[in-house]
């Protein structure tokens, strides 16, 4: 009999669980009372504690979670073997040489790892631990945060910061609302307004709060920031009420309580459900790409040693075979292991030979590698160019293991608010029919004093024109959605802003608002306050005007407008809006549009943020139709956003214009510098924001991102509405392919005479794009699509983003064909997931909290610093490591190859070649200090040069000097010093003779010969050569070089001498006794030394000359010209002529006469502006015909050569 077990589980889940899809929602009692009998029955759901976790590890998993993670290493992984081989078979070499090197690396590694997430806990407990106020039977307790339910009514007070998320039941303000700044969550430091349940707002104490009887049915926790659906049963004499539950009613963890005394709210989402929370990446381990090269070339380097055992096994069996050549008496083998199986002897020869060889991989690499990233990071945290004196504060290095990743990044991810910005507007301007206002410069067409300096239009308006502009005041006073917070002064009585000196300030949920209101006040017309729905201004001759505010149109980013109805004091009812531009000119019907919309468009092109002004008198029939227009729409449970939008549509119309505004949203300093340095470097920067499409853009415009030519694509919500999201997507996708070759030089995108795209998208819209689609094969390459949009864009502005959604940006980069490495920069904590998600993180310390900070690898004072931190820093970190490595191997393959060519000629007995004390000191002690002391503070350029000249980044992009040819030139260059080391010392003891006490004798060189004598010949010529090959390769010279290299050196020989000239006792048995001695008492050694040596650096000095003379890369261009100022090259500023010919022409294409002279500011002094005329008119001011020498060899043009390459740094 078969059974259904589908309508059993069916059943189970609806009478054991509640509901089918209870998953998709969740019932919170309040106060955790339960709902009255007769109600629809709800079974109470578990949900997690308010406890955050950040950390990685805790104490019982930390070391074997530290220890996979460690020995997923391929190196840590093979040195354990190794390890193991030499405890288990009878090895040449002893266990120790291979177990301290490989306990030491594990052993710091994790002390600092440990260390780190020590931290994490540390920071995690203070946030769990935090008091929290909840109200439980009428009174308030005190809890710690992490003891938070879901359903306990909550006390906050203002300035609190929010420890999960809550619904608003009530507040200390009468119309039940309280103002919030979510900094640390979307980067916006504005206030915004949030609304309490209409049904609860009325109770205002514990005792009233703990009567309400309630329960909330929402969405299960998910991620998006914008987004909240749910509804609040409150049962009063046993009937459930429902009422809606929005986005303005939920009060999210980590947002701060403004402007309000306190309210009562209710927890929905604790914990790791908070949306914070959820928008917060797991931290992984981050891996450089030189790390991944090091991997890669450790895998090739293992194949080496592999084969070279293998060869060495096979071929001494080989050898063996013959009965006459058994493995000789003097190797000391049992009777029992000649007894063996051939597989089993043959197997641990391998072995054997395998730990011989082992040497070619070098463990010590790594303990350098740790130690040169660990001291080198306090070179950033030294920097005094990057402390900033404001905030007392220097650069901070959370980790160091991507110092030199810092020079290969691709593309830069920024945050906008507080990153690129200040988040401080300041008003600049306003234009009313065509005549504009300055505050404190020009006012009423009248030049104030001070104003001498500024860049002045001089407009005096008729008296006709005196009304309208008294018009447009009001206007920008009476339609916004500003607060005013008075504050009390010492002696208890309030002032006002209108009573004597200013003690209250305006707060707004957008800084452009607070800007127009303070500069209305600036020029003489002061909002007041809001009270009982009547706005007041006082005037310019200092009397009260009074307002009613019947209607508030609020902004949305498809209108890009709002308005406010209001009635005067004399009855007459007005309609003031304003908006963007592109809103309000369709809309309007008189007014002087060409003159106004002249200025805005002058405005814009300055990188100012402008609004546009209008206003509709209303005749009080036309009051009542807007009304029942309104009130059907905000009544409507269905399509309510739509049919409001509908409304104000009809409502907005026949306009008539008065002028326009325009805000300065303030540059952090040398904000714009940075950018156009980091794009002449060849990084694309891409700004990912929560802000509004409108400001982003015009931040875009000033900071450089957009320049005055760029083609701007739109790929927005707006958009997507009038075309479906393929159409959009190929339209753009043609657009931008229709000029293929246009990026392939950033040189030629940065002139003017190509087209330059710059893509805005906002969040919505990515989301339509990432999400997988099953029912259309074809929109299942939307990403690519996208992907390739953007490769060909100069700049990409990305707005609307919820934090995790920036994440998912870097990730999609990440993952792209191209394997770029990115940089994420931001100060809040809505940057922290795509700060961990790219490949290098950096935070700035901000207004908005340390979260960025604590997550970051690199934290930064302010943005402009990253400019040093990657042309310099970056730039260097990656030379240096990249020789380390590079020069690593090189010295291990002159080290080992001898031996391997040793084994030919002693039957392959695995006898080593050199002493043990020479195996085991080699990579510790006699080669060790100077390439970690060259990886520490070698400049091949000048630090200034370096910044002057963004473009020289490009030289080391893409790991190019860890590229496999580069890689193969050296084992190429080691195998070929190994072999003239090894045969160079064979051919001078080829001819020998016996002395008449037995011993061998070199007839050529009287010296007696033996095979530790030969060993250490060859050592001693392998020693001074990789010494000397790393002199040849340094640049820059101090006394420390000198005192660490022929330190080395000295060191060598020292011990040579004492290791070999005193019998030492605890040694059983001494072989290099005397020997050292011996052989540098023979005169032919000492040229054979000096010969062997020049032969081994030869062919690299003569490719190196070559190579400079025929094809020399920007870098030795630079180098060679510096060398001819005798380091002073900094001082001069045309290193656009030491580029590359093909470079440089591109290059000159872009001097034109628009892009490297910064556009003057209003706020600037005039002098400045005489300065850049100056050079412009004068474009050879700084020609230097010595340095044109090593441009293309060709004689001084005659049209002179101008400075292209600095950017604004340069002095003049």
């Known amino acids: 009999m078969g059974v259904d077990f589908s309508t059993l589980r069916t059943l189970i889940s609806r009478y054991c669980v509640g509901e089918e899809n209870w998953v998709d929602s969740r019932t919170i009692f309040i106060g955790h009372k339960e709902p009255p009998p007769g109600t629809e029955a709800f079974i109470q759901q578990r949900f997690p504690d308010n406890r955050i976790v950040s950390s990685k590890y805790t104490f019982l998993n930390f070391v074997p979670k530290n220890m996979f993670e460690q020995f997923r290493r391929v190196a840590n992984f093979y040195f354990l073997i190794i390890f193991l081989v030499q405890l288990i078979i009878d090895t040449p070499t002893s266990p120790i040489t291979s177990g301290l090197p490989l306990f030491f690396v594990i052993t710091v590694t994790a002390i600092k790892q440990g260390y780190e997430d020590w931290l994490r806990h ?154 914070m929370a959820l928008n917060y990446q797991s931290k992984t381990q981050k891996r450089s790409a030189v790390e991944k090269s090091m991997n890669a070339y450790l895998v090739v380097y293992l194949c080496i040693l592999i084969g070279k055992a293998l060869i060495n096994t096979g071929l001494k069996y080989a050898w063996q075979a013959d009965p006459n ?133 001089d407009t005096s308006p008729g008296p006709g024109a005196r009304e309208h502009e008294e018009l447009f005041f009001r206007a920008l006073c009476l339609c916004h959605t500003v607060q005013v ?154 399509d309510r956003d739509k049919r409001l939008a509908e409304a104000y549509d009809i409502i907005e119309k026949d306009l008539i214009l008065l002028g326009a505004t325009a805000v300065e949203d303030r540059l952090q300093e040398k904000a714009a510098d940075t950018i156009e340095s980091l794009h002449k470097a060849g990084m694309k920067v891409w700004v990912l924001t929560g802000d509004k499409m409108e400001t982003a853009a015009a931040t875009c415009y000033a900071s450089k991102l957009f320049r005055r030519n760029t083609q701007i694509l739109e790929l927005t919500t707006k958009r997507t509405e009038e075309q479906s999201l393929h159409d959009v997507l190929f339209d753009l996708s043609r657009t931008v392919l229709r000029q293929p070759d246009a990026m392939t030089d950033t040189f030629s995108s940065l002139s003017g005479d190509c087209t330059d795209y710059g893509l805005i998208i ?218 003239v080391m090894f045969f160079g010392a064979y051919f001078l003891f080829d001819n020998t003779t016996f002395t008449s006490n037995g011993q061998l004798m070199t007839t050529n060189t009287q010296m007696m010969f033996g095979n530790w004598t030969f060993g250490t010949l060859v050592f001693t010529v392998l020693v001074f050569t990789v ?12 006394w420390i070089n000198h005192f660490v290299i ?50 081994s650096l030869l062919p690299d000095v003569v490719k190196k000359v070559i190579w400079r003379a025929l094809w020399p890369t920007t870098t030795e261009r630079i180098q060679n010209a510096d060398k001819l100022y005798k380091g002073q090259l900094s001082e001069f500023t045309p290193l656009a002529s030491l580029h590359a010919p093909s470079k440089a022409g591109s290059h000159r294409r872009g001097s034109g006469n628009e892009r490297n002279v910064p556009n003057p500011r209003r706020s600037e002094p005039f002098t400045k502006k005489i300065m850049f005329t100056r050079w412009q008119r004068t474009p050879d001011y700084s020609t230097f015909t010595p340095l044109l020498r090593f441009a293309d060899g060709s004689r001084q043009s005659k049209q002179g050569h101008a400075y292209t390459g600095a950017g604004p740094e340069t002095s003049v």
């Open 762 to 979: 906002d969040g919505a819209t990515l989301s339509a794009v990432m999400r997988p689609t099953q029912e259309d094969s074809i929109s299942g390459n939307y990403k690519e699509i996208f992907l390739e949009i953007c490769r060909n864009c100069s700049a990409v502005l990305c707005c609307r983003m919820a934090p995790l959604q920036k994440a998912q940006i870097v990730k999609l980069i990440k993952a792209s064909k191209e394997h770029p490495i990115t940089l994420a920069i931001g100060d809040g904590a809505n940057d922290v997931s795509m700060i961990l998600e790219a490949h290098v993180g950096i935070g700035i310390m901000g207004k908005e909290g340390r979260q960025a900070v604590r997550n970051s690898d690199y934290a930064i004072p302010k943005f402009k610093h990253l400019k040093k931190m990657l042309l310099v820093h970056g730039h260097y970190y990656y030379i240096r490591i990249s020789e380390l490595v590079q020069y690593f191997f090189y010295k291990n393959v002159c080290f080992i190859f001898p031996q391997f060519l040793y084994q030919f000629f002693c039957g392959f007995s695995q006898q080593p070649l050199y002493d043990t004390a020479y195996l085991t000191l080699y990579n510790i002690s006699f080669t060790s200090l100077p390439i970690l002391l060259y990886s520490l503070i070698e400049q091949h350029i000048n630090m200034d040069i370096l910044k002057k000249d963004p473009s020289l980044y490009r030289d080391i992009a893409k790991n190019s000097l860890l590229r496999w040819p580069i890689f193969l030139y050296w084992t190429i260059l080691g195998v070929y010093d190994a072999i």
């Open 122 to 275: 540390k920071a995690d407990n203070a946030i769990n631990q935090c008091p929290v106020h909840v109200v439980e039977n009428g009174k308030v307790v005190g809890k710690q945060s992490r003891k938070l339910r879901v359903g306990d009514v909550i006390f906050m007070k203002e300035n609190e910061t929010f420890p999960c998320d809550l619904i608003l039941l009530s507040t200390s303000r009468d119309d039940g609302t309280c103002y919030v700044t979510t900094a640390s969550l979307d980067g916006e430091s504005s206030h915004k307004t949030y609304y309490a349940v209409q049904d609860t707002k009325a109770y205002n104490t514990e005792e009233e709060v703990d009567t309400i009887h309630a329960t909330i049915e929402c969405e299960q926790p998910q991620p998006d920031l914008y987004k909240f659906v749910g509804r609040i049963n409150i049962y009063m004499d046993n009937e459930p009420v429902a009422r809606p539950l929005g986005a303005e009613n939920l009060l999210l963890r980590g947002a701060t309580l403004k402007n309000t005394a306190h309210i009562y709210a209710v927890a929905i989402y604790t914990g790791m459900e908070t949306k």
């Open 485 to 638: 917070k008075e504050e009390e002064t010492v002696d208890g009585i309030k002032h006002g802003i209108h009573q004597g000196k200013s003690t209250s300030f305006y707060i707004s949920s957008s800084p452009d608002e607070v800007a127009l209101v303070e500069g209305m006040k600036r020029l003489g017309f002061t909002y007041l306050r809001l009270k009982d729905s009547h706005m007041e201004i006082l005037n310019r001759e200092d009397e009260i005007e009074r307002f009613e505010l019947l209607e508030v149109l609020t902004f949305d980013s498809v209108r890009r407008r709002m308005s406010v109805i209001v009635r005067s004091s004399s009855g007459e009812l007005y309609l003031f809006c304003k908006g963007a531009d592109s809103a309000i000119f369709p809309r309007v019907i008189s007014g002087k549009v060409d003159q106004v919309r002249a200025r805005v468009e002058h405005n814009a092109v300055e990188g100012l943020r402008t609004l546009c002004v209008a206003y509709r008198p209303l005749s009080p029939e036309q009051y009542q139709e807007v009304c029942h227009l309104l009130n059907g729409a905000k009544l409507a449970l269905q």
């Open 1027 to 1038: 010494t000397f090959k790393l002199v040849l390769d340094t640049h820059y010279w101090t």
């Open 1046 to 1095: 022929w330190g080395s050196l000295i060191f060598f020989v020292v011990f040579s001498l004492l290791w070999g000239g005193i019998i030492w006792p605890f040694l059983n048995y001494q072989r290099m006794y005397y020997v050292f001695m011996q052989m540098l008492s023979s005169g032919p050694a000492w040229l054979s030394i000096i010969l062997l040596i020049t032969a």
């Open 325 to 457: 050549r058994d493995e000789p008496w003097y190797n000391d083998r049992t009777e029992a292991e000649r007894g063996r199986h051939i597989v089993i002897r043959a197997f641990t020869d391998f072995l054997a030979f395998m730990v011989l060889f082992n040497y070619i991989i070098p463990v010590s690499m790594y303990v350098t590698v740790e130690m040169q990233k660990f001291l080198g990071s306090y070179f950033i945290m030294w920097d005094d160019e990057m402390f900033d004196k404001e905030l007392g504060e220097r650069a901070v290095v959370n980790t160091s293991d991507l110092n030199e990743e810092l020079g290969q990044v691709e593309y830069v991810f920024t945050d906008k608010t507080g990153t690129l910005t200040e988040n401080n507007m300041e008003f600049i301007e306003c234009c009313v029919d065509g005549h504009v206002y300055v505050p404190h410069a020009i006012c009423n067409g009248q030049v104030m004093p001070g104003a001498t300096g500024m860049d002045m239009i």
